[in-house]
């Protein structure tokens, strides 16, 4: 049985739950365990992850909804309130990460840190690659049903392990009597967390303020249309992104000398040559125009 996008995002979701409750409690106890303040606090931040999945969860399914009264073009949008959400979470997540660095550096506080033991190490090890393979299972999640918020997940997942490369880098320079690395590493992995960031809350913008299609689907989109028969010319074609799907809005030419179920005809085709070639089209709204 084909699954629904909503089951499938449901999925994604809960098996990377699972991962971050299992992992985030190993890096805890390692943190602990093998006394590093770095991993204690990689370990809080992955179950920051938790509160990113449980939003992405929240943001698909309203966005499944089906119309109602008080939203009769959909819920998609819910999605994209969703993901500007983890994009501030993520971007904060940044900023603190890096503030954090420069504190330790200003303050020289990581010259008192105690030598963390080798479980730490192997604790950062683990989290690296977990994070980056639930990164890509959820991140081909997010591509089969186009979700920004699942994306948007995946993304704060490879951002968790990036951090823990921090904290990678800072166990291994501590017990090599070099502490500072943690911190420099710190730094250079914020810009990289705030670059992403960035990245998801201009996506969520977009698909909340009725942006456009990139130029190569709308062409994509014109050559479609203009194959079809009797069409003779596109007067205007205009797409806008309405959370995860597109409305198409096009004023196709026809001979003027076609009847009105013949023109019925030809705009009803157009609808649904689009709408069947791109999944992602909600609507197609066709208007009709005479060529002269």
């Known amino acids: 049985m084909t699954k629904t996008n909503e089951q499938i995002a449901i999925t994604a979701a809960r098996n990377s739950i699972i991962v971050n409750i299992f992992v985030s409690a190993f890096k805890l106890f390692a943190g602990i365990f093998a006394q590093s303040a770095a991993m204690i606090s990689d370990a809080v931040h992955s179950f920051t992850d938790l509160i990113s999945t449980v939003i992405a969860i929240v943001g698909v399914k309203l966005a499944n909804k089906k119309p109602d009264k008080e939203h009769p073009y959909g819920h998609e949008r819910f999605e994209s309130v969703a993901t500007l959400l983890l994009g501030m979470l993520v971007f904060s997540v940044g900023v603190g990460i890096g503030w954090a660095g420069v504190q330790r550096i200003i303050s020289g506080e990581f010259h008192d840190l105690a030598i963390p033991g080798i479980l730490a190490l192997i604790a950062a090890v683990v989290s690296i690659i977990t994070k980056e393979a639930v990164y890509w299972y959820v991140r081909a999640a997010a591509k089969k049903i186009d979700s920004s918020a699942l994306m948007a997940d995946a993304w704060h997942s490879r951002i968790d392990g990036l951090s823990s490369i921090g904290s990678f880098i800072g166990i291994l320079g501590a017990r090599m009597g070099f502490p500072i690395l943690d911190s420099v590493a710190a730094i250079v992995i914020c810009i990289f967390i705030i670059k992403t960031a960035i990245s998801i ?73 689009i709408e069947t070639s791109f999944p992602a089209v909600k609507h197609c709204m066709v208007h009709v125009n005479p060529a002269t």
Do not use: P, W
Not at 245 to 253: A, E, N, P, T
């Open 201 to 273: 809350i201009k996506d969520a913008l977009g698909r909340m303020t009725d942006k456009a299609c990139d130029d190569a689907i709308v062409e994509e989109m014109r050559n479609t249309i203009l194959a079809q028969e009797a069409i003779e010319g596109i007067d205007e074609l205009r797409t806008r992104l309405f959370g995860s799907k597109i409305y198409v809005d096009v004023d196709i030419r026809v001979a003027e000398n076609l009847t009105l179920g013949e023109g019925h005809t030809v705009a009803q085709q157009v609808h649904d040559v």
